[in-house]
Every structure is written in C-alpha cells, then in structure tokens.
C-alpha cells in the first residue's frame, strides 16, 4: 500500500479556501486517492475520490496533476464546521480492502 | 435513515476485566469492519466480515482480542483481561457492497479507558 504523507495541522480563518496537499510518491496504476473528514467524537466520513485530474462534489474538489504523486483538497469558503481532521488515504477502488488510515491534517478554522 | 451504531459510547474497565463492544451497522450491509483509534492517531485496521464470515482478522492486536458476527448482522468486539494499552476509540464501519471498500459508513465509536 502507498504510504501518503501530509500535514499535521493547518490554521484557516471562516471564508478562506483551504488547500490540503497529501504526497504519494509510491502510488500504483491502480490506485484511487480517497479523502476522509472526521469530526471529534465521529467516526471518519468519506468525502471525494478521484484518479486523475479535478473531480468536483457539494463538499470539496481534488486536484491531482498527471504524473499521481501528490494530490490537493480544496476546501472553499471554509466555516466553524469544517475544523475536523482530514485524512488521504491511497486505495484500489474496488475489492476488499482495509482502509490504513495516516495520522491525518487536523484543519483548525477560526472565527 | 438509521447509520451504524455502537454501544456503549463509553466504557471504563479496570485492568483485567473483560469488555464486550457492540455494532448494529447499516440494514442490509453485507461488509463490517472494526478498527481501533489511539488518541491522536487514525483508525487502524483490526478486523473484517463478510456476512458471518471473517474474513480478515490480522489487524488483532493479541490472541485476547475476539470479534463475531455470528447472523451477519450485529457484531460484537471482545477483548478479554483489558490492559491499559487497550484503551483507544473502538470504531465499527458497515459497506453494502464488499466491492466498494471506500464507501465504508462508519458509527460513532466507543471510547475504552482501562484504568
């Protein structure tokens, strides 16, 4: 499995887009990038997954440039609501798989 | 509609008691997952099922970890003579499909401390 790499926290003020860069230098052909937001006392929560490019939903966009080895979320407007912890996880798509989760971003949004 | 749940939210133990861990996931999902959550840490993998199969069970951490699915419905995590190294965030995740593992829903935990 890949192993990603990404920061251990992020400030942001309410308004702001946040950006969050998660490095995979050893991701396979196969291999999804995947996002997961957890709030304090809640399991993690899916969010995006894309494969190459800029996948677009309600929550977020990711953006991952042609050669794989990193991606970014994109976060616009951050609100109050959004401090959580962010984690990139590295995945095939299909097939059974445990999800191995990194420490995570912890993304603080202040007023 | 109802999302996966788990029961108690919390649990105290001295060390050496016995603790049982529910999980009622989601109506109809045929995958379940349990992982363990140290403070300030991600989740990480213990064990899977597949109906009532186990599939996968290399994430236990020590022979006194024990988790069943015996209807391919509810779980149950049951960790035996607790040591405080046990104590974390117990998560259960359910998906529909086996097929679709980023789609995993998970419940809200429970939060071990062995004292």
């Known amino acids: 499995l890949a192993k990603t790499t990404q920061p251990i926290s992020m400030d942001s003020y309410e308004g702001q887009e946040v950006n969050i860069t998660c490095s995979h230098n050893?991701?396979?052909?196969?291999?999804?990038i995947t996002w997961y937001q957890q709030f304090p006392s809640q399991g993690p929560r899916f969010i995006i997954q894309?494969?190459?490019t800029k996948v677009t939903n309600e929550v977020a966009s990711l953006f991952i440039p042609a050669d794989r080895k990193s991606s970014t979320l994109s976060l616009p407007r951050v609100s109050l609501s959004d401090t959580a912890v962010y984690y990139c996880?590295?995945?095939?798509?299909?097939?059974?798989?445990?999800?191995?989760f990194g420490t995570g971003t912890r993304l603080l949004v202040s007023p | 509609g109802a999302g996966v749940s788990q029961s108690p939210r919390y649990k105290v133990a001295k060390r050496g008691q016995d603790v049982a861990l529910r999980c009622d996931p989601i109506?109809?999902?045929?995958?379940l997952f349990w992982y363990q959550q140290a403070l300030g840490q991600g989740p990480e993998f213990l064990t899977y099922?597949?109906?009532?199969?186990?599939?996968?069970k290399s994430g236990l951490p020590s022979d006194r970890f024990f988790a069943e699915r015996p209807e391919g419905s509810v779980s149950t995590l049951k960790i035996q003579r607790t040591q405080q190294e046990d104590s974390a965030v117990y998560l259960c995740?359910?998906?529909?499909?086996?097929?679709?593992?980023?789609?995993?829903?998970f419940g809200p935990g429970t939060r071990l401390t062995v004292t």
């Open positions: 995740a359910s998906s529909l499909v086996p097929d679709s593992p980023y789609e995993q829903y």
């Open positions: 050893n991701i396979a052909t196969n291999d999804y």
């Open positions: 894309g494969y190459k």
């Open positions: 996880l590295v995945m095939q798509k299909t097939g059974f798989q445990k999800l191995v």
């Open positions: 109506s109809g999902h045929v995958s």
């Open positions: 099922f597949q109906n009532e199969a186990q599939l996968d």
